[in-house]
């Protein structure tokens, strides 16, 4: 470690320079990384929030929203049985409501729910859901740049239905676009308004999270007909696109990976062949092998560390000029993850170069014309 540290005190420029390129490479990981995790929050985010254990589906949903509908009163059927604590309704419609000035219309998630239920988001300003106030609602506060605020009205299209803002919460958002959390009352009157679209369910719902260590899951599709239950991962890869859009930033970042892990290699394979006269020397006055490869592993470790370190503040950094409201969303845990990956890759690479010692000859390396 001494020698190692020594030559790179040494020979600053030429480390600086294989430095940025872990560097470079180590902040493309996490930028990209940072990117997919925005995207897969922002699709998911009000689904990743729920805290429960078993989500109930209509059979052969594939756990996708669009394709379920149950009938609501399954929450008073299973609660306190089959080993299930609490359970919550949950409906969604995407609608579109005009903007409190009139002037422009926005996209957003209708969610009803169960006021005062687990599945119920904290707010950060304003106050709960009340079964009081049906047309109550708790937004997002991305809502908030678009000019909505508590008290304000919405009116959602094609529809007779004018919701109040009581509440906002924060990192709500569903299918990518941002969660109105409503009395589930007021939903399923707009979700279901049109003349037998309910299938004749006195209380229709989408899902019915369930909340409970050791709910028997089989006894329940065993007990109602046509449900299936799922986990919550299962329900959050049954999103619309979410598995997709996952897939593919993995799928980049897998590959990422694989080309660091070459780049790294190679870029240690040559400057090991630049060194051959050196280590020649080395070999001469009576270093061995094991202790060569040792200085090289040590080195490209110190060198692999402070640059994905480096690479990590400049993420940081980076975040801070990206526009306002880019689905960029850096998990520390997600960092130092692929931070330890980064450093593994490089490692390996310096392994698989610092073979090439043992066939240094070091009369022939001796001699050797540069």
């Known amino acids: 470690m001494f020698l190692a540290i020594k030559e790179m005190k040494h020979a600053k420029k030429r480390f600086v320079m294989i430095g940025s390129i872990i560097m470079l490479i180590a902040w493309l990981v996490f930028i990209l990384s940072g990117l997919g995790n925005g995207l897969s929050t922002l699709a998911a985010a009000t689904m990743k929030n729920i805290d429960g254990d078993l989500f109930i589906y209509e059979e052969g949903s594939a756990a ?23 359970a919550a309704q949950f409906g969604q419609s995407t609608v579109n409501v005009k903007s409190p000035d009139g002037k422009s219309k926005n996209d957003i998630a209708f969610l009803g729910i169960e006021p005062g239920k687990f599945i119920e988001p904290k707010v950060i300003d304003g106050k709960q859901l009340s079964t009081d106030d049906k047309f109550g609602v708790i937004i997002d506060e991305t809502l908030t740049e678009k000019g909505y605020g508590i008290g304000d009205k919405i009116q959602v299209a094609s529809s007779d239905i004018e919701l109040t803002v009581i509440g906002i919460t924060k990192g709500e958002t569903f299918n990518h676009v941002p969660s109105v959390f409503a009395n589930v009352d007021t939903w399923q009157n707009y ?34 007909d046509e449900i299936e239950t799922f986990t919550k991962s299962e329900a959050v890869m049954g999103m619309p696109g979410y598995k997709e859009e996952s897939g593919t930033i993995y799928l980049m970042l897998a590959f990422l990976f694989a080309i660091s892990a070459v780049i790294i290699a ?7 062949l630049q060194k051959t006269q050196q280590f020649g020397v080395m070999k001469a006055i009576g270093a061995s092998d094991k202790f060569i490869k040792k200085s090289i592993i040590a080195q490209v470790f110190v060198l692999s560390l402070i640059s994905i370190i480096a690479g990590i503040v400049l993420t940081y950094l980076t975040a801070l000029i990206f526009p306002e409201g880019m689905p960029f969303n850096l998990d520390f845990k997600m960092v130092i993850l692929y931070a330890i990956v980064l450093l593994i890759v490089s490692v390996l690479g310096s392994i698989v170069s610092a073979r090439q010692v043992t066939k240094i000859d070091p009369l022939t390396a001796i001699g050797r014309v540069e």
Do not use: C, H, R, W
């Open 191 to 224: 979700a279901f308004a049109a003349p037998g679209s309910d299938n004749g369910f006195e209380s229709p719902t989408a899902m019915i999270a369930l909340q409970g260590k050791d709910i028997d899951a089989q006894k329940i599709e065993d007990n109602f």
């Open 64 to 86: 996708t929203m669009m394709k379920t509908k149950i009938e609501g009163k399954i929450v008073d059927d299973v609660e306190g049985k089959y080993g299930v604590k609490n």
């Open 266 to 272: 190679v870029f240690f394979y040559v400057f090991i």
